[in-house]
């Protein structure tokens, strides 16, 4: 005889007020059984300090300007434990700081109802889940050469003015390439496309900027090579 096996355990983090029930009533929905979480994640855990549910859905307020900081707390606290986070911003900037901080999932809010438990499932089950539209997030960005030889002045510390020196375009073409290059990073600024290109963290790295054959079409740069 086939032994059914016993529903899954969620811990909810985070989550309050109409946000709250209407996790619950998606998880509950789906079968799976809700752990308390009144002491956080001091109460999903045993005396072992090990987490005593299977998945932990974790509600990322849009206002908190420290949220990635307690995802990775969160993360950390709870040892392997796949997290799911639940969030009302769909930009790629949030998504990516949210899955380089830990995150084995993204639902967004206006989806909870459908998507939730089955993120839940498929994190628990070794996958990531993100929405199919933010598919390009997991994979990494397809950066054309150009845009990586200006990203890599970028990350040398090089101005717009001194970058469109070297390659004789005009300001308004490198910022143009930037503005892109920036878009398909999911970044906002220099800094912030520095940051995630250096940090191995966020799944990048510096050989993201490797050109290779396209290098040699465009030529060489001055005090520069991407490889």
Not at 63 to 83: F, W
Not at 105 to 112: M, N, R, T, W
Request: aromatic fraction near 2%; include cysteine; proline fraction near 4%.
């Amino acid at each position: 005889m086939t032994r059914t096996p016993p529903p899954l355990s969620v811990g909810i983090l985070n989550a309050s007020g109409s946000r709250r029930q209407r996790i619950v009533s998606a998880l509950v929905r789906d079968g799976m059984d809700v752990a308390d979480q009144s002491a956080g994640t001091r109460s999903l855990a045993d005396e072992s300090g090990t987490t005593t549910c299977d998945a932990l859905v974790v509600d990322l307020h849009r206002t908190e300007s420290s949220a990635g900081d307690d995802l990775r707390m969160i993360v950390e606290r709870a040892s392997g434990t796949p997290v799911v986070v639940i969030s009302e911003v769909s930009d790629r900037r949030a998504m990516r700081l949210a899955l380089a901080a830990g995150a084995d999932g993204y639902v967004l809010d206006g989806e909870l109802e459908q998507s939730l438990p089955a993120a839940v499932r498929g994190v628990y089950a070794g996958q990531l889940s993100v929405p199919r539209a933010a598919r390009n997030i997991v994979a990494r960005p397809r950066l054309s050469a150009r845009e990586k030889q200006i990203l890599g002045m970028v990350v040398l510390g090089f101005s717009n003015s001194e970058i469109a020196a070297k390659l004789f375009l005009a300001d308004s073409t490198v910022k143009s390439h930037l503005t892109s290059a920036f878009s398909k990073l999911g970044v906002r600024s220099r800094n912030e496309a520095t940051a995630m290109i250096l940090d191995l963290d966020s799944g990048l790295g510096i050989g993201i900027l490797a050109i290779s054959e396209e290098h040699e079409r465009l030529g060489p740069v001055d005090g520069y090579s991407a490889t």
